[in-house]
């Protein structure tokens, strides 16, 4: 860590940077940052960057506000949109108390727990995102919704579009902050985009997603539009997910590979698989924390790319977790594929709950259901239901009723950001409900 530290100082100096940006998030998963001169970056090293966390939404409470960010050096990164001018590099921080204990409400603490506990069972955990978003004209309304940049669909090519030169802008950026990506293509709604990142440990890839969510933003400022994460911005196009590719490593062997088991899955995955379809229902407060995440799950016909239905299947993506394809003597890629979780989550906490729901499953010996073979998307309900297919909370309100009744996602996220999370979903969904919406003036104003 010494030998990090020093490159980071060196760095500073030789590159002539003038801000260093301390990076953490708060638990809804909004970016925080405080901006150091360079002078100041190496007692931030030693000390922490004492703040007043009861002013941060969750971190800390009133009668204990004192924390300190402590910059975590193997995070630092020239940041690229800012070019020459004034050249600033950033740092993600990991938050403690005065006395040097890990803040309870720290997101990124509560993953570094999970993987702790990953690792005393001797597991690494691994993920890769596929993220999508809404590139728009403006965050403007014109008839009450967005306006898309294009029209163009899944896979379109756009000679000279805006999404073509969006996405080689945004790569090109996250290449040069040392995030490798794998794709990036439109998608299936107009103005709708993706970006895969490629796989990394858990927290790593937890930075990662924040940093990119900034990419995105800024270079939608700088090309004169607007991005997006919202699950479900335009009524009758699909949302914008997060389907994440999950895998268990014992050392440098994947634990959810083996040559003779069925789709070449060990015991372990079908295990972890299991716990996720256990616990999923559970834990979609969180992968899917605002009351607009529902009309993505639930939004009809369009939000066929969002299973709500609990089942798993090889290559079937009417399924809620996929198996997917990899080619033979690829043992190293075997993996599963989360299809539920939007791009608006919190990745410190949505990870931390899928590594435990899964892990669950291993420790217990859960029994993996049979797979679903089907279309499940074109079944009917009694179909479904003689199947014995569950499915996910419909809303955010049956969504938090589930999460306050369970021991994992209390355990895994700790008091202080548990109870949080449901005071503050809570608040959402109260004010949710008490809106009049335009569906009720033009269904009910003009008839009753």
């Known amino acids: 860590m010494d030998k990090q530290r020093d490159f980071v100082l060196r760095t500073i100096e030789e590159r002539g940077v003038k801000f260093v940006r301390l990076w953490f998030t708060d638990v809804v998963g909004t970016l925080k940052s405080v901006a150091l001169a360079p002078a100041e970056v190496e007692g931030a090293f030693n000390e922490g960057v004492g703040f007043d966390g009861s002013a941060i939404e969750g971190l800390t409470r009133s009668h204990e506000a004192d924390v300190l960010a402590h910059p975590d050096p193997t995070t630092f990164q020239i940041l690229p949109w800012r070019g020459e001018v004034d050249p600033t590099a950033r740092m993600f921080c990991d938050i403690t108390t005065p006395d040097g204990q890990p803040a309870a409400a720290d997101p990124r603490n509560v993953l570094k727990r999970a993987l702790a506990k990953a690792g005393d069972a001797g597991f690494t955990f691994y993920t890769h995102p596929e993220i999508e978003f809404y590139l728009l004209k403006s965050p403007e309304l014109a008839g009450g919704v967005p306006v898309p940049v294009d029209s163009a669909g899944y896979f379109d090519n756009v000679p000279g579009g805006t999404a073509n030169d969006f996405r080689r802008r945004s790569v090109r950026m996250l290449e040069d902050l040392g995030i490798s990506v794998e794709f990036s293509h439109h998608e299936a709604g107009p103005g709708q985009n993706e970006i895969d990142l490629r796989y990394a440990d858990a927290l790593t890839m937890a930075d990662n997603i924040m940093t990119f969510r900034t990419v995105v933003k800024e270079v939608a400022i700088e090309q004169g539009v607007y991005a997006t994460f919202m ?218």
């Open 231 to 448: 699950p479900k911005p335009l009524p009758g196009m699909p949302g914008s997910g997060m389907h994440t590719h999950v895998s268990l490593f014992e050392g440098d062997t994947n634990a959810f590979f083996d040559a003779s088991g069925q789709y070449q899955l060990s015991p372990i995955g079908r295990q972890f698989i299991a716990g996720l379809l256990r616990h999923a229902p559970e834990i979609t407060a969180v992968t899917n924390q605002f009351v607009n995440s529902y009309k993505r799950l639930w939004g009809g016909d369009e939000a066929r790319e969002a299973p709500s239905y609990l089942t798993w299947g090889h290559n079937n993506r009417s399924a809620l977790i996929r198996v997917p394809l990899y080619k033979l003597g690829k043992g190293q890629s075997a993996r599963v594929e989360y299809r539920a979780m939007d791009s608006a989550a919190n990745p410190y906490l949505a990870f931390a709950l899928l590594l435990a729901a899964g892990l669950k499953g291993v420790e217990e010996g859960y029994e993996l259901p049979p797979e679903a073979e089907g279309d499940v998307w074109s079944m009917t309900d009694a179909e479904r239901r003689a199947l014995g297919y569950g499915s996910l909370p419909a809303s955010l309100d049956r969504a938090l009723t589930l999460m306050e009744q369970s021991e994992l996602v209390a355990e895994t996220l700790g008091e202080q950001v548990f109870e949080y999370v449901l005071a503050n979903k809570r608040r959402d969904w109260a004010g949710y409900r008490a809106q009049v919406t335009p569906f009720e003036y033009e269904s009910n104003l003009r008839v009753l």
